[in-house]
């Protein structure tokens, strides 16, 4: 299986590289491009890949410019960060994805939706009608830079940078400062998590979700769990659960 990868983290491009090996030994695997030209001109010179992993925000644009440049025969597993609602499209037109970060598990489960599909995956998988809907849904969003809180009578700006981590209790969402500010802000975790750079910041478990600045250690725990503590004290031990842990060291790593 002739398979090529389009990530332009080289961190994350051969991290994707070896969990493929490893679930699909002998393929022949390129890679990873960085850009949309490096890939259009790959695509142009070179046998169409049986199958191609591709990131959506690369150094120089977003890879949905590459249906618009080059002939794109392959089915295509998108690797994202971008919100599961914003790319149902492929999902009904059977071409997958896995959010970031990615683990050998949802990477695994890419491939099982694939074979199941087997014969069906044929050419033009990715329409440009939806290329183009895409385009125009995807556009990266700015990131936020401070959250607007209502305090002691008096709006005040909490800026991003100045956030350890945020929390959820009986649906309030709080947020910490590095120098233990407790500020509650009207919006959900999952929302908060949205809006803020995902390299910077990780939602670890249901409650919490916490900036990579904040990150004292990390320890293994029982269950194939991790423990992480912060320079911030939390109220409760900060879990990450087994079903996490790869994509959290993942994220660590990728620093």
Known sequence: MNILVIEDELKTGRALIRLIAGIRPGSQIEGPLQRVSSAVEYLAANPTPNLIFMDIQL????????????????PVIFCTAFDEYALEA???NGVDYILKPF?????KAAFAKLDKIGSALGNNMVPAALIAQLLQANQP?????????????????????????????NEQTTLVTFDGEILGINQSLDETANQLNHKSFFKVNRQYLIAFKAIKEVEHYFARKLLVKL????????LVGKDKSTAFLQWLEER
């Open 59 to 74: 150094a120089d644009g977003l890879s949905f410019e590459i249906f618009e440049k080059a002939k794109v025969e392959s």
């Open 90 to 92: 492929f999902k009904a």
């Open 103 to 107: 683990s050998e598990e949802t990477v």
């Open 141 to 169: 969003k700015a990131e936020k830079q401070s959250f607007l809180v209502f305090k002691n009578g008096k709006y005040i700006t909490v800026p991003v940078l100045s956030i350890a981590y945020a929390f959820v209790r």
């Open 231 to 238: 320079t911030v004290q939390t109220e409760e031990k900060l």
